[in-house]
């Protein structure tokens, strides 16, 4: 299984914007379709998009959707979830994902949007 490292979480105030990354460790994410979960304290899981290989096709959750966008770069073999208007609901640990729930999950990247 591949190795997932995410990065680029922190504290914004409301409105605000960050970047997170997840790249795979000691490989390449650019073959791989993948996904973005994040969790929330006393909260399940919840998934935040989704794409393909290419990025030809990305899914977003409703409550995202409009505000977040999944980039890659394929030659860098890197994934990112850009994220604006960030809002204190939006605060979460963030996970990178491939393979679905048997399959690889990052350590996470703490967002916390707060004023």
């Given at each position: 299984?591949?190795?997932?490292v ?6 914004v105030?409301p409105?605000?914007?960050?970047r ?10 650019s ?5 973005w979960f994040?969790?929330?304290p006393g909260?399940e899981?919840?998934?935040?998009a989704?794409?393909d290989?290419?990025?030809?096709r990305?899914y977003?959750a ?6 977040f ?5 394929n030659?860098k ?6 994220m604006?208007?960030?809002?204190p ?14 399959g690889s999950w990052g ?9």
């Amino acid at each position: 299984q591949v190795q997932l490292v995410e990065s680029g979480g922190g504290l914004v105030q409301p409105g605000g914007s960050l970047r997170l990354s997840c790249a795979a460790s000691g490989g390449t994410l650019s073959t791989y379709a993948m996904a973005w979960f994040r969790q929330a304290p006393g909260k399940e899981r919840e998934f935040v998009a989704a794409t393909d290989w290419s990025g030809g096709r990305i899914y977003y959750a409703d409550s995202v959707k409009g505000r977040f966008t999944v980039e890659r770069d394929n030659a860098k073999g890197v994934v990112y979830l850009r994220m604006n208007t960030l809002k204190p609901e939006d605060t979460a640990v963030y996970y990178c994902n491939v393979g679905g729930d048997e399959g690889s999950w990052g350590q996470g990247t703490q967002v916390t949007v707060s004023s």
